[in-house]
């Protein structure tokens, strides 16, 4: 399950960033600077999956690496948090309905709120070990989720309500139904 939150919170920007490619044509500015800011936030996600594996290479003792991956930790918070303030930018601006993107942009600065508030969670398990290995982690999991679908909400966000086409929330929801069942299957077929 935790690689599946990783995976989905790794891909949020990225999805964000195909769906503001596809519905451009919407509103050109607001869509040009909301795929600027998921780039961000995907260099982010990035960075993130590289540091967590990187920071074990060469270290002498676990106190070392939990510092180096709490450090790779950072990098990728700050490149999300300003990703997350541009796309917020970007669905503010421009003309069109208001009521589907304010919910949207709502729920995403919501759901990074408190995915950025994780980051601000320090567990007191002691010097180090396993303990505080499972409570750094976890709390990561649920920062990268939460970010993932700030992103993600903030996207959509940023096309929904420029014209009276469908809305692109529609698309991402079945999206989302297609590629959970085909997750959904393939588990099946492993058992």
């Keep these: 399950m935790s690689k599946l939150i990783e995976l989905v919170g790794m891909l949020a920007p990225f999805a964000a960033l195909v769906l503001l490619f596809l519905h451009r044509r919407r509103a050109a500015g607001p869509a040009w600077l909301g795929m600027i800011g998921a780039a961000l936030a995907g260099c982010g996600s990035v960075a993130e999956l590289i540091g967590s594996r990187v920071s074990w290479i060469g270290v ?8 180096r991956l709490e450090g790779a930790s950072l990098v990728r918070f700050a490149l999300v948090v300003a990703g997350i ?11 069109g309905r208001t009521v589907p993107r304010i919910p949207l ?3 995403g600065v919501v759901a990074a709120a408190v995915g950025g508030a994780m980051r601000f969670v320090h567990l007191d398990l002691g010097d180090g070990g396993f303990a505080r290995f499972v ?8 920062q990268f989720g939460l970010l993932g679908f700030g992103v993600l909400l903030l996207g959509i966000a940023v096309i929904s309500g420029r014209d009276d086409g469908p809305e692109p929330l529609d ?8 590629i959970a069942r085909r997750v959904q299957s393939a588990h099946e077929l492993r058992r």
Excluded: K
Excluded at 85 to 95: Q, R
Excluded at 171 to 178: I, K, L, M, P, Y
């Design 85 to 95: 303030l541009l796309l917020l930018v970007a669905a503010l601006i421009g003309g």
């Design 171 to 178: 698309d991402a929801v079945r999206w989302a139904g297609a």
């Design 105 to 107: 942009a709502i729920g």
């Design 60 to 67: 002498s003792d676990m106190t070392e690496g939990l510092e």
């Design 135 to 142: 409570a750094i982690t976890a709390v990561d999991l649920a």
